[in-house]
Nanobody, 126 residues
Framework: QVQLVESGGGLVQPGGSLRLSCAASGRTFSAYAMGWFRQIPGKEREFVAGISWSGGSTAYADSVKGRFTISRDNAKNTMSLQMNSLKPEDTYVYYC???????????????????WGQGTEVTVSS
């Protein structure tokens, strides 16, 4: 079992920045890959970014490349998503997720993720 809790969402103006955090507990944090997804009501949850167990491999959706940075601190059992140059179209509920069957490979399909946090809302608006 893995428990995940996101924090850091909120309201930000276009062009601004936010940093999301995900705190994990349960299984050994350094044993699996992690990811961030986002969703708005009525639409499918979409992949944003993912990171391997060591942080050595990362993956990003094309829509966020160059603006978002994913990282993890295995000593603190946390993962973060630094979001810069935010746009109104980045307005979503953001979820962190754990893919316990993956370690060095970063899955981008939501069906490969086994555990999810409750989500944190990000609104980009002036």
């Amino acid at each position: 079992q893995v428990q995940l809790v996101e924090s850091g969402g909120g309201l930000v103006q276009p062009g601004g920045s936010l940093r999301l955090s995900c705190a994990a507990s349960g299984r050994t944090f350094s044993a699996y890959a992690m990811g961030w997804f986002r969703q708005i009501p009525g639409k499918e949850r979409e992949f944003v970014a993912g990171i391997s167990w060591s942080g050595g491999s990362t993956a990003y959706a094309d829509s966020v490349k160059g603006r978002f940075t994913i990282s993890r601190d295995n000593a603190k059992n946390t993962m973060s998503l630094q979001m810069n140059s935010l746009k109104p179209e980045d307005t979503y509920v953001y979820y962190c997720a754990a893919a316990v069957s993956f370690r060095a490979v970063v899955p981008t399909n939501r069906w490969n993720y086994d555990y999810w946090g409750q989500g944190t809302e990000v609104t980009v608006s002036s």
